[in-house]
């Protein structure tokens, strides 16, 4: 279990929210229109994933030619989103604290949260699939990895964070 301070709503379940982008490739896909989405993922009471909640943010950042990329950097358009997130999160009651939630993913959204980076599980799965000197250091890292409450945050690719939520 995962402890990480998230939006937790007053009268619904615990829920953790997250901006994310559609990737070119699902922008096929009816789940990614051809806005930026806003994703929250919902947990009961007991931090199992119980829900996923998309909303359109209603417009796109700005971009540096028309096929992009984007400048998610842009203020005004950080303001906006700021200013969009804080609509959602007070319909819904949101209040800050510390919520428990099991590790979980979304493979179609490419969201999630994970305690172990995926090469540490497939070595725990398959170790004599690595290198001597990988059987040899990976179960101390690991073991420091696990002591130290880090854990992989899933939002179109793979973070590692730190216990605190932030990017290691």
Same mark, same amino acid.
């Given at each position: 279990?995962?402890? /990480?301070?998230?939006? =937790?709503?007053?009268?619904?379940?615990?829920?953790?929210?997250?901006?994310?982008?559609?990737?070119?490739?699902?922008?096929?896909?009816?789940?990614?229109?051809?806005?930026?989405?806003?994703?929250?993922?919902?947990?009961?009471?007991?931090?199992?994933?119980?829900?996923?909640?998309?909303?359109?943010?209603?417009?796109?950042?700005?971009?540096?030619?028309?096929?992009?990329?984007?400048?998610?950097?842009?203020?005004?358009?950080?303001?906006? =989103? /700021?200013?969009?997130?804080?609509?959602?999160?007070?319909?819904?009651?949101?209040?800050?604290?510390? =919520?428990?939630?099991?590790?979980? !993913?979304?493979?179609?959204?490419?969201?999630?949260?994970?305690?172990?980076?995926?090469?540490?599980? /497939?070595?725990?799965?398959?170790?004599?699939?690595?290198? /001597?000197?990988?059987?040899?250091?990976?179960?101390?890292?690991?073991?420091?990895?696990?002591?130290?409450?880090?854990?992989?945050?899933?939002?179109?690719?793979?973070? !590692?964070?730190?216990?605190?939520?932030?990017?290691?």
């Amino acid at each position: 279990m995962i402890r /990480k301070t998230v939006y =937790v709503p007053n009268t619904i379940p615990s829920c953790a929210g997250l901006l994310c982008r559609p990737q070119s490739a699902w922008r096929s896909s009816p789940l990614w229109p051809s806005a930026s989405l806003y994703c929250c993922s919902f947990f009961d009471h007991g931090g199992h994933f119980s829900e996923i909640r998309v909303r359109p943010l209603g417009f796109e950042a700005p971009t540096v030619h028309s096929q992009g990329p984007y400048i998610i950097e842009d203020p005004f358009f950080l303001e906006r =989103v /700021k200013d969009r997130l804080l609509q959602w999160q007070a319909e819904f009651g949101f209040i800050e604290g510390p =919520v428990i939630v099991e590790s979980y !993913y979304i493979p179609e959204l490419s969201i999630g949260i994970e305690d172990l980076p995926r090469h540490f599980n /497939k070595f725990l799965k398959d170790p004599a699939s690595f290198s /001597k000197d990988e059987q040899f250091n990976y179960p101390e890292i690991i073991r420091d990895w696990t002591t130290d409450g880090n854990f992989v945050l899933w939002l179109g690719r793979d973070y !590692y964070l730190n216990k605190d939520g932030e990017v290691i």
